[in-house]
C-alpha cells in the first residue's frame, strides 16, 4: 500500500509540472519563474541562466546545485562590482528564505553553464535540472533568449 501511494504521489507531482508553462515551474512550495538564458557567440565556452525562485513556504530552503546536459557543469555564480571591477566567484549554495523570492539575475546570483556542449541559439530550450535542500529536484526548460535580453520580473 505504502508503494502504491509513493507511486500516485510522484505521478501527481509529474502531472502538476508537465502542467505548468514553459515559463513558470512549481514543485512544493518553489516557484521558479522565467527561466532564461541569453544567447551565445560561436566558439562561447560560458552561457548564464537566470530565473526567480518564490519560496511561497513557510521553511528556508536552499538551491544546493544545478546540472544541464548542455554544459558539462553548472555552477552556482555571484557576480559583484569592486570599483569599476567584475568580479565573479562559485558560491556554495544560494538560501532561497521562506516567504521571499531570489532572483538569478544578469547583475547578482546566476547559474553558470561552463564548457558548453555548443552554442546557445535564440529560440532554444536547454533542459537544467536545479537540486533544492528541502524541496528536492525540478526540471526547467531554460528559454534560449537574444544576447541583450533584460531580466524580466516576477509574475
Given amino acids: 500500500m505504502k508503494s502504491l501511494i509513493a507511486v500516485l504521489v510522484a505521478l501527481g507531482i509529474n502531472v502538476l509540472a508537465g502542467a505548468a508553462s514553459a515559463h513558470d515551474y512549481t514543485l512544493a512550495t518553489l516557484a521558479i519563474d522565467h527561466p532564461f538564458a541569453r544567447a551565445t557567440p560561436p566558439g562561447a565556452q560560458v552561457g548564464g541562466a537566470y530565473m526567480t525562485i518564490d519560496n511561497k513556504g513557510t521553511a528556508n530552503d536552499k538551491l544546493l546545485r ?89 509574475h
Avoid: C, W
Avoid at 569592486?82 to 521562506?98: K, Q, S, T, Y
Fill in 66 to 154: 544545478a546540472s544541464s546536459p548542455a554544459a558539462a557543469q553548472v555552477q552556482i555564480h555571484m557576480m559583484s562590482m569592486d570599483g569599476n571591477v567584475m568580479r565573479m566567484r562559485e558560491v556554495a549554495g544560494l538560501d532561497v528564505p521562506a516567504g521571499k523570492q531570489v532572483a538569478l539575475s544578469t547583475g547578482g546570483y546566476h547559474l553558470m553553464m561552463i564548457d558548453l556542449k555548443k552554442p546557445l541559439a535564440v529560440g532554444e530550450r536547454v533542459p537544467m535540472t536545479l537540486t533544492f535542500e528541502h524541496a528536492g529536484t525540478i526540471v526547467v526548460d531554460v528559454a534560449v533568449e537574444s544576447m541583450t535580453a533584460a531580466d524580466h520580473p516576477a
